[in-house]
């Protein structure tokens, strides 16, 4: 019986994958994790023969915990996914020493034969995935495609508005290093600052050519926190002790605030 380890911080997603493993004659989950730091102690101290392992995670990324993986146990087959597009990720993922990549919204479909084939020591590629490594042989790259795996994870980070120190603390990295990789990112990109780096990211979901969580949910991220932000103010001038003048002000402001459809969230302000 080999045994899978499913790494995933929604609990209905780890579900998911339990239970289309379950009907694998064979195969068995045997342990998950919700964080990158426990998935790491999973691979220490419980026996798994395949590793499913999401890249979202929110202590650590993907990548950082396949690197992790790797150094631990070095021939343990680690099939990653996400709901980021192959040609974004899939890459970027062989690259890392994943043993394959899979989309969320594959996962029906697709990944019994993933872990099959990588629990046999092989390479598991979707269509879109071979498709994509086909077109990375050529000469045109997606300018993305020029960072390394720390500078695409730095870019997204300061594309989802995170300051450095955040991510600093996030990758437990020093704040210099991380304004080394913002710095050597820009240049890559021919950009100059975060505002052109938001504008980069949004054109190219517009483009269709590096997939939505590059650009558009990064947009949606943003402006979500900054009407956040105004309702919370708007919430703390309606507390009963507030004072009456701002109770007035807050109310005046909360009726003529609206919420502007999600089409406009997107494109007002970055034209």
Known sequence: MLKVLVVDDHAVVREGV???????????VSSEASTGQEAIEKVRSTPCDVVVLDIGLPDQDGFEVLKNIRSERPN???LLFSMRPENQCGLRALRAGASGYLTKDRLTDNLVEAIRRV????????????????????TSRDPHELLSTREYQVMCLLASGQSVGKIAVKLSLSANTISTYRVRLLQKLQLTNNAELIRFALRQSKSGRSGENLGRSFFKRCVYAAF????????????????????????????????????????????
């Not at 339990?18 to 068995?28: H, L, Q």
């Not at 708007?234 to 807050?250: F, M, V």
Request: charged share 25%.
């Open 119 to 138: 629990a046999s020591g092989r390479r598991f590629l979707s269509p879109e995935l071979r498709d994509a490594v086909v077109c990375g042989l050529g």
């Open 18 to 28: 339990k239970f289309i493993v379950g009907r694998m004659p064979g195969f068995s």
């Open 76 to 78: 343990l087959p680690v």
């Open 228 to 271: 956040s932000a105004v309702r919370a103010f708007q919430k703390e001038l309606h507390r009963p002790d507030a004072l009456s003048d701002s109770r007035t002000s807050g109310e005046k402001s909360h009726a003529s605030f609206q919420e502007p459809a999600s089409d406009q969230r997107i494109e007002a302000g970055y034209a």
